[in-house]
C-alpha cells in the first residue's frame, strides 16, 4: 500500500540534508531558501526502501514561524521521520513537531539522530538514548548526511514500520498543498491522496469554491499513472483552471461525499487552556474559529468553510499548539449535543444513522454529510424505516403517526361536517411527503386526509340541517350562512348551493336542469317564466348551470352544451 513519510524537527537539525541524502533530491526549491540555507515550504521526494517499496517523502520546515507549513505537511501522512541533532538533542520546535504528529494520530515512525559525524561516540551514544526516552517504542537510528554512515540502516528501519491499512471504502479526496502552472500543460495541483483515489476523465469537486474539474492527467513522483491511489503524493493537471483559482487549503473530494461547513463538532485533547479564539488547521488549510466548549466537546466555528469527515484529525493553534480535535460531525447543526456526540465517537454505523437521521433521508443526502462510508451509511440504513428511496427513524415515523391521528381525531370532533385536513398542513412540502403519508394509516380522500373510517356527519348540526331543508320547501331560495353546513348537504344531494351563500332544493336544481332540454333559445326571461321563479334565483340558477359545464352564455342567450362523455 502506498505510504507518505514526513519530516518533523527543529531548523537546521539537518532534515533538508538527511532528504537529499536519501532520495538524491534537493527539497528547497524557493530561492529564498536557497540563498537562506533554511526550508521555508514544504518539499517532496520519492523513498526507495530495501524491500522495493516507494515512499513518499514530505520535507517540513523547522523554523517556530513556519509551524503552519509543517501542519499542513503533517496532514495526511502515514509515517513520521523525526530528525535531532545529535549535538543539540531535542529543542523547543522537536518537541511541537512531536506533538503536532501525535495530536494528528500519526504514532508510527522512525526517530533519525543526524550529524553523527560531528560529535564523539559518547555525545551520539547520549543523543540516541535521548531520543529513546522521547519516543519511546520508536527504533532510533543515528546518520550522518555528510559521510552517508546509517543511511542505509535508516531506510531499513522505515522499510520495518508495520504498514498503515487505510479504509479504501472512502471516497477520493486530496487537500492542495501547492498550485502551479506549466506552459503546454496547463494549471497543476499536488497533494497527498488521503482516500480513494484518482485517474483521467475523473469529475471532481473544488470544495469550498464548488467548482466541477475534470482531470486531464496525473502523476506520482513525475511519473504519469493510470490512477493515484490513497498515500500517494499526487499531481493532478486540471484543464480549464486558472492558477488563481485554486490554493493551498482547497479540497479536490468526489462529488457527493463530503460537507462543507462552517462549523466541526469535535472531541478535544488538550495540551494547553483552550481559549475561546484559536486558529485551526483542517487539512491544508488555517481558519480563525471561535470555540464553543461542553466538557471534552467543543464546536468549532469557523471563519471561513472547510471540508473534513469524521474521524479527521485537526489542530488548534494560537501561538502555539494549544490542543488537537479528532472530528465527530463535519457539519453540525449550531450547538451541542453531548449525548449525541457521544454515539458519534463510539463510532457505530447503526447507531450513528439512529442518532442521526431521524425525519426521511435519501441515501446520498446522507452520505454527503460525511459521517460514514458508503459500506457503513448502507448497513446503518438497513435498520431504518423506508419510503421509496427515503429513509427515516421508526420512533419519528410513529411519532408522527400520533401527531397526525391525534390532530384528525381533534379535527373530526371540532368539524364533524368536514373532518379531514389538508394534506399540505399536516406534512411538510418534501418529496417525501406522499410516501410517508401511505404509512401513517390515514385515508385521502383528495388533497385531505381522514381517520380510517371517518366520516363527515350532521352531529350537533343536525337541527340546524333540517330547519333549512323546511325553509327551501317553502321557499324558492335562502340565504345560507354556514358555508360547511352547506357543503355537506348538496354533496348529500339535499340541496344545491348556488351564487354566493346561497341554496335552493335538489328538487328545484333538477326542474331547471329539465328546461334546459326544451327552452331554445335558453333565456333568463323564458326560463324564469318557465321555472315560475323570481329573476335572481333564475339568474342564479342558470350561472350554476353554466359552471356545471351544461350551458354556453354567449351575450344574452345561453345554449346547452353537448353531453360530456
Not at 483521467?200 to 506520482?220: F, I, M, T, Y
Not at 471561535?290 to 473534513?308: E, H
Not at 350551458?551 to 345554449?559: H, I, M, N, S, Y
Request: charge should be negative; hydrophobic fraction near 40%; aromatic fraction near 4%.
Amino acid at each position: 500500500m502506498p505510504l507518505t513519510v514526513g519530516t518533523a524537527g527543529h531548523i537546521d537539525h539537518g532534515k533538508t540534508w538527511l532528504v537529499r541524502a536519501l532520495t538524491g533530491k534537493d527539497t528547497d526549491r524557493l530561492p529564498e531558501e536557497q540563498a537562506r540555507g533554511i526550508s521555508i515550504d514544504l518539499g517532496y521526494a520519492p523513498l526507495e526502501l530495501p524491500d522495493g517499496r516507494r515512499l513518499s517523502l514530505v520535507d517540513a520546515p523547522g523554523h517556530e514561524r513556519f509551524v503552519r507549513t509543517m501542519i499542513a505537511g503533517a496532514t495526511g501522512i502515514d509515517l513520521f521521520l523525526l530528525v535531532i541533532d545529535a549535538q543539540e538533542g531535542a529543542r523547543p520546535q522537536t518537541h511541537e513537531h512531536l506533538a503536532v504528529l501525535r495530536l494528528l494520530g500519526v504514532d508510527r515512525g522512525v526517530v533519525a539522530v543526524t550529524k553523527a559525524d560531528a560529535v564523539d561516540a559518547e555525545t551520539l551514544e547520549l543523543a540516541v538514548q535521548e531520543a529513546r526516552e522521547l519516543v519511546p517504542g520508536t527504533e532510533v537510528v543515528p546518520v550522518s548526511a555528510k559521510t552517508a554512515a546509517g543511511l542505509d540502516e535508516l531506510r531499513a528501519a522505515l522499510a520495518r514500520v508495520p504498514a498503515i491499512e487505510r479504509d479504501a471504502t472512502q471516497a477520493t479526496r486530496l487537500y492542495v498543498d501547492r498550485v502551479f502552472t506549466l506552459k503546454g500543460i496547463g494549471t497543476v495541483a499536488t497533494g497527498t491522496l488521503w482516500s480513494g483515489s484518482i485517474g483521467a476523465g475523473d469529475v471532481l469537486r473544488v470544495e469550498p469554491r464548488g467548482r466541477v474539474v475534470r482531470v486531464r492527467s496525473v502523476q506520482v513522483h513525475d511519473a504519469a499513472v493510470e490512477r493515484a491511489e490513497a498515500g500517494q503524493r499526487v499531481a493532478v493537471n486540471l484543464p480549464a483552471v486558472e492558477r488563481r483559482d485554486l490554493s493551498r487549503g482547497d479540497t479536490l473530494v468526489e462529488p457527493g461525499h463530503y460537507p462543507v461547513s462552517y462549523r466541526l463538532d469535535v472531541r478535544l485533547e488538550e495540551l494547553e487552556p483552550v481559549p475561546v479564539a484559536v486558529t485551526v488547521h483542517v487539512g491544508t488549510k488555517a481558519v480563525a474559529a471561535r470555540v464553543a466548549r461542553s466538557g471534552p466537546y467543543a464546536q468549532l466555528r469557523l471563519a471561513d468553510p472547510v471540508v473534513a469527515a469524521r474521524g479527521d484529525r485537526v489542530i488548534l493553534r494560537t501561538q502555539t499548539t494549544v490542543a488537537g480535535g479528532l472530528v465527530l460531525d463535519p457539519a453540525p447543526p449550531r450547538g451541542l449535543d453531548p449525548d449525541r456526540l457521544t454515539v458519534l465517537e463510539r463510532g457505530d454505523p447503526e447507531e450513528i444513522v439512529q442518532a442521526t437521521v431521524h425525519e426521511p433521508v435519501a441515501g446520498p443526502e446522507l452520505q454527503a454529510r460525511g459521517l460514514l462510508s458508503p459500506p457503513d451509511v448502507a448497513r446503518g440504513l438497513a435498520t431504518m424505516g423506508s419510503a421509496g428511496e427515503h429513509y427515516f427513524s421508526c420512533a419519528w415515523a410513529a411519532e408522527l403517526r400520533d401527531r397526525v391521528h391525534g390532530r384528525l381525531a381533534e379535527r373530526a370532533r371540532t368539524h364533524p361536517l368536514d373532518p379531514g385536513i389538508s394534506v399540505a398542513e399536516l406534512l411538510p412540502a418534501k418529496p417525501w411527503a406522499p410516501l410517508v403519508l401511505n404509512l401513517l394509516e390515514v385515508e385521502r380522500r383528495g388533497g385531505k386526509a381522514y381517520l380510517p373510517g371517518t366520516a363527515a356527519s350532521l352531529g350537533a348540526q343536525a337541527q340546524a340541517a333540517s330547519e333549512l331543508e323546511a325553509r327551501l320547501m317553502q321557499e324558492e331560495i335562502a340565504k345560507v350562512d354556514d358555508k360547511t353546513l352547506a357543503a355537506y348537504l348538496e354533496g348529500e344531494d339535499r340541496l344545491r348551493r348556488v351564487g354566493d351563500g346561497y341554496a335552493v332544493s335538489s328538487e328545484l336544481y333538477d326542474r331547471g336542469r329539465a328546461l334546459l332540454e326544451v327552452l331554445d333559445p335558453i333565456t333568463l326571461p323564458a326560463f324564469r317564466d318557465a321555472l315560475g321563479v323570481g329573476r335572481r334565483t333564475a339568474q342564479l340558477l342558470l350561472e350554476r348551470f353554466d359552471a356545471d359545464g351544461l350551458t354556453l352564455r354567449r351575450g344574452d342567450v345561453r345554449t346547452r352544451r353537448p353531453a360530456r362523455s
